[in-house]
């Protein structure tokens, strides 16, 4: 089973900052938290990472709380294309493959 | 990040009938991953792919059913055996092109979309 847990969807106006949250209450001290997004009829698509500290890269950002129990990615700027379903996996970062939980359907409206 | 070719894009079969999908990576990796995606689900791990070695199949997913080869490290095929309309979904291969995910994450392939009548 997945080890997190996200709203099934939100909408965000295009233009704002589309803040996605996602629970990991059981994470364990070695474990990454990871986002993918999903736009329909492709393959995921790798935002970002980390492990304790907030982290930014030009698709967004993720704020991790000090607990490490939950987590936000924030997109800064959304536009009609960030339209996708975003999923929140915890993971230890080795090459085992991943575990997919539903994940937020993110519609940007304009 | 690796670039990954799946082949056919999409497909509509038979039942009864086997398909064979196809992953070109363009660099050397040493691990490939093949997942399913039912209609309106998320991505189920079927197998990891490595070269020179049987494929390791996750529970609910066996080798008779979803055979794998792993000819060299850029090439794999996922065959869906014997097909019923429960097979229709979306079939994708990814890969951690770099090291481990920690650094760079898994790169997916545009996926096979397969339709089972």
């Known amino acids: 089973d997945a080890k997190t847990t996200q709203p099934p969807s939100m909408d965000c106006a295009e233009g704002r900052a589309a803040n996605l949250p996602c629970n990991h209450s059981t994470i364990s001290g070695n474990e990454y938290v990871y986002w993918y997004r999903q736009i329909h009829s492709q393959g995921p698509q790798y935002i970002i990472h980390g492990l304790k500290n907030n982290e930014t890269n030009e698709m967004a950002s993720l704020i991790i709380t000090e607990d490490r129990k939950s987590s936000t990615l924030i997109l800064p700027h959304a536009t009609l294309r960030d339209t996708a379903v975003y999923y929140c996996?915890?993971?230890?970062?080795?090459?085992?493959?991943?575990?997919f939980g539903k994940g937020t359907h993110l519609i940007i409206q304009p | 990040s690796a670039v990954i070719s799946q082949k056919p894009s999409r497909d509509i079969c038979q039942r009864g009938t086997s398909l064979t999908i196809q992953c070109q990576v363009d660099?050397?990796?040493?691990?490939m991953f093949w997942y399913r995606q039912q209609p309106g689900q998320s991505l189920t791990l079927i197998a990891t792919?490595?070269?020179?070695?049987?494929?390791?199949?996750e529970s609910g997913f066996v080798i008779d059913k979803f055979p794998i080869s792993r000819p060299n490290l850029t090439f794999s095929t996922l065959t869906v055996s014997n097909m019923s309309p429960e097979d229709s979904s979306i079939y994708l291969c990814?890969?951690?092109?770099?090291?481990?995910?920690?650094?760079?994450?898994?790169?997916f392939g545009s996926g096979t979309r397969l339709t089972v009548v």
């Open positions: 792919a490595n070269q020179g070695s049987e494929a390791t199949y």
């Open positions: 990814s890969v951690v092109d770099r090291g481990f995910s920690k650094d760079y994450g898994y790169t």
């Open positions: 996996i915890v993971d230890l970062g080795g090459a085992d493959g991943l575990t």
């Open positions: 660099s050397q990796v040493t691990m």
